[in-house]
């Protein structure tokens, strides 16, 4: 039995359904993320584990325990807000220490309570501060030190780093990671930004519209996404997703790629690929990642099946670390990762190595993934 | 640039002349009445008698203050003013005090713990805020005839309590909308309930606008004439009804000095209200306007 369990969830709002039919689990010691973009509920679900919303239909189990009924405050959990949600009226210590002096924690162990997690999260100096005197980064240590004081079964945080600058925000990521791995905290941790949720999570769900796209490792989601959203929402650049035609020939299944000069490039699929191959003569969706197409030098020598293709460059994006060459291949904007030093020359003739290994495709019409 | 500080141009020498002289002109107008109350509530009758009003005292004398203070008639009684100021103090501070918490626990309920018509709730207590005064005082006197408590200071402070929970709701009401509502969550998942939350978390935060409404419910509670004459009996008459008492007796000579003593007591509370916490007053009815 998981740790959390979220089963057959649902929250409307009079008729309005933001949550339908969730279900979720998560072990001791797990971090789960939920991402998805703006409005797909994922901050609802969050505060129905909170206690914050209740809940319309299905159960909410921790440790065993049913706490659908239960108030906030007897769910032993912990929660840390998008805006910090520190109390302007007392000072850090204050802050840290009040919901051990709400449940009656005597007045000596409260103050060593707040020493530790002040030590842990490095925040000692600023305890007889107020919170309109520290910045951003320091008030969302605060808050975190609110939640960790407490010592609870789980921790919620909704958002926590999207008040920080750029570059706050990778460190304070790296942080809560470290902060994970030493405490061995569960954690339930709600974030739009989908590489904070590729680097935090144990496990991910991708939600939207109120639904669970698709629930499982980080490594799952992203280079197996159960249909064209989770393909799409992450990684960053996106997955290039194109219309293809699955077609027959000399005893192989290929995919017919457009291009915008001369004749469709054909890649050959892995015949094992057997849902593929009852396709032929149909249309499909071919996902690929921009790394999985490259310049030659930079193919996976691992790769079973590198396919090459030659096009147009239409625009060279150095990064510095990497380029970005956009070609118009099957009649869309189509990103490769190319190695920084690879030479390639806008609107000029470039072979591009595609890693079918890494393919995926997906049904036009269900949006999901069929191989 | 030659010199530290770069002499004016004289246009504008002059128009800051003209400005100053004519906000002087104002704080004169403004201030002339309060000069001739203190000035005539300080001389003897016969000296006022003379007619001229503006004139400083030739003998400044305190009989009229002491006079008005606790042996003027006020109605039948020789008590002076003493008694009703007391009456008032009775009166004003329980009304101010519950009506302003009644007020911030209201606008807490209506922005923090919402539900179902909240917003009609509201909007009928905001309709509160514009009914006359004239229109609640039969069914006003009924109720209070049939509580038991016509007549009585305790009396008077229900009914400003009553009239005063619109104001004091509509303040504090849009204080804490924009007060952010994660705190409150927050504090829940503390482990805090709704009165700990109110009084730990809210309250605190709420000095400006409690200022705003203490101000605004002082005055009004203060100098109200008509429920003070509508609904109290002779021993809980407000000071501003036996200030109106002590002016329009009909017995005996016209004593103006001891009624401009009368009415200069009967406004130094609000004044006192005002220098005390006015600089707040303005701040607190800003708060709200620039953020959130």
Known sequence: MAFLEIRNLCKRFGAAEVLKRIDLS?????????????????????????????????????????VNELRPSDRDIAMVFQSYALY??????????????????????????????????????????????????QRQRVAMGRALVRKPQVFLFDEPLSNLDAKLRVDMRTEIKQLHLNLGTTIVYVTHDQVEAMTLASVIAVLKDGEVQQFGTPEKIYNEPANIFVADFMGSPSM???????????????VALARADGEPALLQVA??????????????????????VTDIDGADRHARNVVRVACIAEVVEPTGSDTYVVAKLGGRDFVARMRADADVAPKSQTVFAFNMDRAAFFDPKTELRIA | MTGAAA???????????????LLLIFAVYYLLPLFVMVVNSLKELNEIRQGNM???????????????????QIGVQPTGLRPYFLNSIMMVVPAVAISTLLGALNGYVLTKWRFRGDTVIFGLMLF???????????????????????????????????????????????????????????????????????????????????????????????????FGASFADFDSLPMTVALNNLVSS?????????????????????????????????RGLMAGAVKG
């Open chain 1, 240 to 254: 290039n997703l194109v219309s293809v035609d699955v077609v027959r020939a000399n005893g192989a299944t290929a």
């Open chain 1, 271 to 292: 015949d094992s690929n057997g849902a593929l191959r009852e396709r032929a003569g149909q249309s499909v969706i071919l996902g690929i990642r921009p790394e999985a």
């Open chain 1, 88 to 137: 302007p009226n007392m000072t850090v210590a204050q802050n840290i220490a009040f919901g051990l002096e709400m449940r009656g924690v005597p007045k000596a162990e409260r103050e060593r309570a707040v020493r530790e997690v002040a030590e842990t999260l490095q925040i000692s100096r600023l305890l007889a501060r107020r919170p309109s005197q520290l910045s951003g980064g």
């Open chain 2, 7 to 21: 002499p004016a141009p004289a246009s504008t020498v002059l128009v800051r002349a003209a400005i100053y002289t």
């Open chain 2, 250 to 282: 009909s017995t005996g000579v016209k004593e103006y000095n001891v009624h401009f003593a009368g009415a200069i007591m009967a406004a130094l509370p609000t004044l006192l209200v005002y220098i005390v916490a006015g600089r707040y007053f303005v």
């Open chain 1, 26 to 66: 998560l072990e001791r010691g797990g971090f789960l993320v939920l991402v998805g973009p703006s409005g797909c509920g994922k901050s609802t679900l969050l505060n129905t584990i909170a206690g914050l919303e209740t809940v319309s239909e299905g159960e909410i189990r921790i440790n065993g325990r049913r």
């Open chain 2, 54 to 72: 503006l004139a400083l005292p030739q003998q400044v004398t305190i009989e009229p203050w002491k006079s008005a203070w606790s042996t003027a």
């Open chain 2, 128 to 226: 509160a805020c514009f009914i006359p005064f004239q229109i609640v005082l039969i069914p006003m006197a009924r109720i209070l005839g049939m509580i038991g408590l016509a007549g009585t200071t305790p009396g008077l402070v229900l009914v400003h309590i009553v009239y005063g929970l619109g104001f004091t709701t509509l303040f504090f009401r849009n204080y804490y909308a924009a007060f952010p509502t994660e705190l409150v969550k927050a504090a829940q998942v503390d482990g805090a309930g709704f009165f700990r939350i109110f009084g730990r978390i809210l309250l605190p935060s709420s000095g400006p606008i409690i200022v705003v409404t203490v101000i605004w419910q002082f005055t009004n509670i203060w100098n109200d004439f008509l």
